[in-house]
Structure formats: structure tokens, C-alpha cells
């Protein structure tokens, strides 16, 4: 990560505060080539069976959301800080959707 809200090197806009734990090592990272780039082992996407799980962290207020909540906002529900709408299509590396 490059700051405390979870942006990257990669990633690095205002809009950019999200980090995901990974379903194959349930390790937090605020992308995939990031991931890749730390880990010796393929990435898996979350089933649809866990979408009510609380993996995506909200880099501003710190608050888990289910993926569920997360494929449906547009911002945090808790602190309503902006995501990023580009996100949508890497939604494909990390959810079975």
C-alpha cells in the first residue's frame, strides 16, 4: 500500500480506498497486481455462497463491508467517502458473478 487508505501503486486516485481480502489466502490487498505481486500462488474468486461475507475494507473508515454491499454501492455506506466506478470491471478477478 502507498497511503493509510488502502491506495496503491497501482491505484493511487482519491476514489481508490478499497482493499479486498483475497479468498485464497484471506490476506487484505487494495488490488490484484498487488497480490500478485506479493504472493507465489494463484488467485480464486469469492463464490457467490460467500458474497455475505465481510472481505472489502473501506480504506477511509475502516468498516468491513459484505461483498454483497460492496457490488452495490457507489460509495460506503458508512461514510459515504466515493468509490471507484472503474472497479466494476475487475470485478471478474476477484467475485464469481
Given at each position: 500500500?502507498?497511503?493509510?487508505?488502502?491506495?496503491?501503486?497501482?491505484?493511487?486516485?482519491?476514489?481508490?480506498?478499497?482493499?479486498?481480502?483475497?479468498?485464497?489466502?484471506?490476506?487484505?490487498?487494495?488490488?490484484?497486481?498487488?497480490?500478485?505481486?506479493?504472493?507465489?500462488?494463484?488467485?480464486?474468486?469469492w463464490p457467490k455462497a460467500a458474497f455475505d461475507k465481510p472481505v472489502i475494507l473501506c480504506g477511509v473508515c475502516k468498516q468491513l463491508l459484505t461483498i454483497h454491499q460492496y457490488?452495490?454501492?457507489?460509495?460506503?455506506?458508512?461514510?459515504?467517502?466515493?468509490?471507484?466506478?472503474?472497479?466494476?470491471?475487475?470485478?471478474?478477478?476477484?467475485?464469481?458473478?
Open positions: 500500500m502507498v497511503d493509510t487508505e488502502t491506495r496503491c501503486v497501482h491505484y493511487s486516485k482519491a476514489v481508490d480506498v478499497v482493499a479486498i481480502q483475497f479468498e485464497c489466502c484471506r490476506d487484505f490487498y487494495p488490488c490484484y497486481k498487488c497480490h500478485d505481486e506479493a504472493v507465489d500462488h494463484e488467485r480464486t474468486q457490488l452495490k454501492a457507489s460509495q460506503c455506506p458508512h461514510c459515504e467517502v466515493a468509490f471507484n466506478p472503474n472497479c466494476v470491471w475487475h470485478n471478474h478477478l476477484y467475485f464469481d458473478c
